[in-house]
């Protein structure tokens, strides 16, 4: 299995910037597409970017295109996402997971995080 632990998470205010970390660990890390994905109270969990495993490919959200960087370090088992000029609608606790294969649907995921909540302030 996959195991994945986030971090990085926190208040900012709008307009600012935070990085977040996923340390991932199991035999099958470095093969896998990582996702990382957000919940808003009261809201449905949404997709917000992934990577391959070779970082050859990444997908952003609309939402969050030109804001989001989303990046993996193989060598570190560690993936990204790196946010900037944040908004108080992207307040949420934000989760990373795991799958075999390219997608975007959280049903499609396997192996997921704990989450990390982030809180824009306006």
């Known amino acids: 299995q996959v195991r994945l632990v986030e971090s990085g998470g926190g208040l900012v205010q709008a307009g600012g910037s935070l990085r977040l970390s996923c340390a991932g660990s199991?035999?099958?890390?470095?093969?896998?597409?990582i996702g990382w994905f957000r919940q808003a109270p009261g809201k449905e969990r949404e997709f917000v970017a992934d990577i391959n495993w070779s970082s050859e490919f990444t997908y952003h959200a609309p939402s969050v295109k030109g804001r989001f960087t989303i990046s993996r370090d193989n060598a570190k088992n560690m993936v990204y996402l790196q946010m900037g000029s944040l908004k108080p609608e992207d307040t949420a606790v934000y989760y990373c997971a795991a799958r075999m294969g390219w997608g975007h649907l959280a049903d499609e995921y396997d192996y997921w995080g704990q989450g990390t909540q982030v809180f824009v302030s306006s």
């Open positions: 199991g035999r099958t890390f470095s093969d896998s597409t």
